[in-house]
């Protein structure tokens, strides 16, 4: 009977976690590849439109313009979700945010969907900047709402499945891109309206499941609730995490939630804030976007087929999918800051190699090969730890008043650098040739280093011993305090 009663609450969190996760990050990881494949279709279809408004067709130049807004409208979109979710995860909470955030994804889709009929190559753009919002709201407040509905035992593995929803978004986004399917000349509206299909899933199945437990108790001060949701997620015998929670509630008295810029100024979080910066900032920097953008034509010049590129690309995502996979099986047992250290020393290891292949691919005929085998193997090495990892960050460095807050400051990070790369990228290229790496190999080394000397190890603790360990690092001389009762948690955590 405990054997079955397990299983029914395992399965709660698995579906809580696919919930949250196909209407989540995976649409961040879906729409960021599906604009790859109708790439010349939809500047085609700028062309036309301009020539049909003013009789004129459109300089190379001016669509190359208009494709650049297109392609940069969805980090800039990002950007405002970012600093919208601290606010909707507080006044709606973790669960109903995700479903509002549906909102944004419907729009587009309508916005895609109508785009050549009405011959309005502004409803892409519009839509671009829409599913950008929605990612951004998304890839915040989905790892908050599974960090906090999680065991301490299995919190990592958890967040890491907002990790593997990203790869899977990218996979598919490339499997449905592909010309026999979504990614012919006629067909590309309805690839970029599929972006409504997850966004469906989640509204159908979202609502059935609880609530973040942590939210309900100290944010909202709903007991009842909170121990509704602890039962379909764990069972009744699970009290010491009530406790726990109860132990946060009560040191709430007479505190506020802290706000994006405040958290730079607060003595008491210097570690947990450079971590955050530093790590957070790398993951746009470490390269690996990079590859993606570069990999094509490494392909080509390991002599595959211009026609089966398209087939070579879908297996670097499906690298990333399957690297994730085996860090969420791995991290409550390696660690955080093993698989951080390992992953970024792995591809300094892969970009060096990668570096001078390009070096020295004229005079080797076997060197365009090593090159390939090297993309496949960052990508292997990016996913093992910092594309997984990264994302708990915030969720375990940070108690609840300044969670959300938190999750802002590295939601804003993230979409700049990721702006910044693929605007600064091509500029790299031309000026840097065969060395274009050396930056991000120092990016990736210096990460290493830093996770090694100053983050701590997470894993298998609660929130509050986390706290505890921050406060003696942040600390060191009054670490015996006798003052100090635990981290500032606070009944409402409105910005």
């Given at each position: 009977?405990?054997?079955?009663?397990?299983l029914v609450?395992?399965?709660?969190?698995?579906?809580?976690i696919?919930?949250?996760?196909?209407?989540?990050?995976?649409?961040?990881?879906?729409?960021?590849?599906?604009?790859?494949a109708?790439?010349?279709?939809?500047?085609?279809?700028?062309?036309?439109?301009?020539?049909?408004r003013?009789?004129?067709?459109?300089?190379?130049?001016?669509?190359?313009?208009?494709?650049?807004?297109?392609?940069?409208?969805?980090?800039?979109?990002?950007l405002?979700g970012?600093l919208?979710?601290?606010?909707?995860?507080?006044?709606?909470?973790?669960?109903?945010?995700?479903?509002?955030?549906?909102?944004f994804?419907?729009?587009a889709?309508?916005?895609?969907?109508?785009?050549?009929?009405?011959?309005?190559?502004?409803?892409?753009?519009?839509g671009?900047?829409?599913?950008?919002?929605?990612?951004?709201?998304?890839?915040?407040?989905?790892?908050?709402?599974?960090?906090?509905?999680?065991?301490?035992?299995?919190?990592?593995?958890?967040?890491?499945?907002?990790?593997i929803?990203?790869?899977?978004g990218?996979?598919?986004?490339?499997?449905?891109?592909?010309?026999?399917?979504?990614g012919?000349?006629?067909?590309?509206?309805?690839?970029?309206?599929?972006?409504?299909?997850?966004?469906?899933?989640?509204?159908?199945?979202?609502?059935?499941?609880?609530?973040s437990?942590?939210?309900?108790?100290?944010?909202?001060?709903?007991?009842?609730?909170?121990?509704?949701?602890?039962?379909?997620?764990?069972g009744?015998?699970?009290?010491?995490?009530?406790?726990?929670?109860?132990?946060?509630?009560?040191?709430c008295?007479?505190?506020?939630?802290?706000?994006?810029?405040e958290?730079?100024?607060?003595?008491?979080?210097?570690?947990?804030?450079?971590?955050?910066?530093?790590?957070?900032?790398?993951?746009?920097?470490?390269?690996?976007?990079?590859?993606?953008?570069?990999?094509?034509a490494?392909?080509?010049?390991?002599?595959?087929?211009?026609?089966?590129?398209?087939?070579?690309?879908?297996?670097?995502?499906?690298?990333?999918?399957?690297?994730?996979?085996?860090?969420?099986?791995?991290?409550?047992?390696?660690?955080?800051r093993?698989?951080?250290?390992?992953?970024?020393?792995?591809?300094t290891?892969?970009?060096?190699?990668f570096?001078?292949?390009?070096?020295?691919?004229?005079?080797f005929?076997?060197?365009?090969?090593?090159?390939?085998?090297?993309?496949?193997?960052?990508?292997?090495?990016?996913?093992?730890?910092?594309?997984?990892?990264?994302?708990?960050?915030?969720?375990?460095?940070?108690?609840?008043?300044?969670?959300?807050?938190?999750?802002?400051?590295c939601?804003?990070?993230?979409?700049?650098?990721?702006?910044?790369?693929?605007l600064?990228?091509?500029?790299?290229?031309?000026?840097?040739?065969?060395?274009?790496?050396?930056?991000?190999?120092c990016?990736?080394?210096?990460?290493?280093?830093?996770?090694?000397?100053?983050?701590?190890?997470t894993?298998?603790?609660?929130?509050?011993?986390?706290?505890e360990?921050?406060?003696?690092?942040?600390?060191?001389?009054?670490s015996q305090?006798?003052?100090?009762?635990?981290?500032?948690?606070?009944q409402?955590?409105?910005?």
């Open positions: 009977m405990r054997g079955l009663q397990r609450q395992g399965r709660i969190l698995l579906l809580t696919c919930a949250a996760g196909i209407g989540g990050t995976f649409q961040f990881g879906y729409n960021l590849s599906i604009i790859n109708p790439t010349l279709h939809i500047q085609e279809f700028t062309n036309e439109t301009w020539q049909m003013t009789g004129r067709p459109l300089p190379d130049h001016l669509v190359l313009l208009v494709w650049s807004l297109i392609i940069s409208l969805y980090p800039l979109g990002g405002l970012a919208l979710a601290g606010p909707l995860a507080i006044k709606l909470g973790r669960k109903k945010s995700l479903l509002v955030n549906n909102i994804v419907v729009a889709a309508t916005l895609f969907g109508f785009s050549r009929r009405a011959g309005s190559f502004e409803m892409i753009m519009l671009r900047l829409l599913v950008g919002v929605s990612a951004g709201v998304s890839m915040n407040v989905q790892p908050m709402y599974l960090g906090e509905s999680a065991p301490k035992e299995l919190r990592g593995a958890v967040a890491m499945t907002s990790a929803f990203t790869a899977l990218i996979v598919m986004g490339q499997v449905v891109g592909l010309r026999e399917l979504l012919g000349p006629q067909a590309w509206p309805l690839l970029l309206a599929s972006c409504l299909v997850p966004g469906l899933l989640q509204l159908a199945s979202l609502p059935l499941l609880p609530e437990p942590r939210y309900l108790l100290i944010d909202r001060g709903d007991s009842e609730a909170c121990l509704a949701a602890l039962h379909r997620l764990r009744p015998a699970d009290l010491g995490e009530l406790a726990e929670l109860e132990q946060e509630r009560i040191a008295l007479g505190r506020r939630a802290q706000r994006p810029w958290l730079f100024g607060n003595r008491a979080l210097r570690r947990q804030v450079a971590s955050l910066v530093v790590l957070g900032g790398a993951m746009e920097l470490c390269g690996n976007d990079a590859v993606y953008a570069y990999a094509s490494v392909f080509l010049q390991a002599r595959i087929p211009p026609d089966k590129v398209q087939y070579a690309a879908i297996g670097t995502g499906g690298c990333e999918l399957l690297a994730v996979l085996v860090s969420c099986v791995v991290i409550e047992k390696v660690g955080r093993m698989l951080l250290m390992g992953g970024y020393g792995l591809m290891c892969w970009a060096s190699i570096t001078a292949a390009l070096c020295l691919q004229s005079s005929p076997w060197m365009p090969y090593l090159a390939m085998s090297c993309i496949f193997a960052f990508i292997l090495s990016f996913g093992i730890g910092p594309a997984g990892v990264t994302g708990i960050l915030a969720t375990e460095l940070f108690d609840q008043t300044t969670r959300p807050a938190a999750y802002m400051v939601g804003v990070l993230m979409w700049t650098m990721l702006f910044v790369v693929g600064g990228f091509p500029f790299i290229m031309e000026g840097l040739s065969h060395f274009l790496y050396v930056p991000f190999i990016v990736c080394v210096c990460r290493a280093v830093y996770t090694g000397l100053f983050l701590p190890e894993k298998g603790k609660t929130f509050l011993e986390i706290a360990e921050l406060h003696r690092l942040n600390f060191p001389r009054w305090d006798p003052e100090w009762r635990g981290p500032g948690v606070i409402a955590t409105e910005l």
